[in-house]
């Protein structure tokens, strides 16, 4: 059975920095993506970055760009967001998802396993 689970979202001040967590237990695909969505109040759920873990390619949404970065630690099975630069736009619930026999993707149909949540706040 395959668990994911965030952690690290929390309330900061615009300009500040936060990095999300997200361990996915129960992965036994040989090729899968893994993926940071995120939705705010009223919003859509949009696509924030997505990366291969076999391969670690990754994408990202033209608006985190240059200041989000994904990354993966196979040993911890642990899936990381850093988010630099944060804008009160980016305040939101953000999700990990994995992707199972998929590269990486905003696809959302193609990721079957999903987490809570985290919420991340920018006050401005």
């Known amino acids: 059975q395959v668990q994911v689970v965030e952690s690290g979202g929390d309330l900061v001040q615009a300009g500040e920095s936060l990095r999300l967590s997200c361990t996915a237990s129960?992965?036994?695909?040989?090729?899968?993506?893994m993926g940071w969505f995120r939705q705010a109040p009223g919003k859509e759920r949009e696509g924030v970055s997505s990366i291969n873990w076999s391969s670690g390619n990754t994408i990202y949404a033209d608006s985190v760009k240059g200041r989000f970065t994904v990354s993966r630690d196979s040993a911890k099975k642990t899936l990381y967001l850093q988010m630099n630069s944060l804008k009160p736009e980016d305040t939101a619930m953000y999700y990990c998802?994995?992707?199972?026999?998929?590269?990486?993707?905003?696809?959302?149909?193609?990721?079957?396993?999903w987490g809570q949540g985290t919420q991340v706040t920018v006050a401005s």
């Open positions: 998802a994995a992707a199972p026999y998929s590269h990486e993707t905003f696809s959302e149909d193609l990721y079957k396993y």
């Open positions: 129960g992965l036994t695909f040989v090729l899968y993506a």
